[in-house]
């Protein structure tokens, strides 16, 4: 059973920094693809990085590029989120997701198929 467990949200000053996690478990961690998706209260989820497991490369999204970056621990089948210089705007639920790699691109953020619970984060003075 596919089982992904956020954890590391919490509430920071703008200009802050947090390092989210997700431990993925009961699945083959092999190319497959793994992102952060965040969903800010009211509005529509939106995606933030990507990376494919077999190989690392990875994707963030304009908006937080320079700010976010997502990195994996094969060994711990743990993927990160580290993100710093937090502003109000960043503030959301952020969720972990993944799915198989399959013959399109991790980074086109489609067809994620398993997600975690999500952890929440807040950015405000």
């Known amino acids: 059973q596919v089982q992904l467990v956020e954890s590391g949200g919490g509430s920071v000053q703008p200009g802050g920094s947090l390092r989210l996690s997700c431990a993925a478990s009961?699945?083959?961690?092999?190319?497959?693809?793994m992102g952060w998706f965040r969903q800010a209260s009211g509005k529509e989820r939106e995606r933030v990085a990507a990376?494919?497991?077999?190989?690392?490369?990875?994707y963030v999204v304009e908006s937080v590029k320079g700010r976010f970056t997502i990195s994996q621990d094969i060994s711990r089948k743990t993927v990160y989120l580290q993100m710093n210089s937090l502003k109000p705007e960043d503030t959301a639920m952020y969720y972990c997701a993944t799915r198989p790699r399959g013959s399109n691109s991790c980074f086109d953020f489609k067809n994620y198929n398993a997600w975690g619970q999500g952890t929440q984060v807040t950015v405000s003075s």
């Open positions: 990376i494919l497991s077999s190989n690392g490369a990875t």
């Open positions: 009961g699945f083959a961690y092999r190319d497959v693809c």
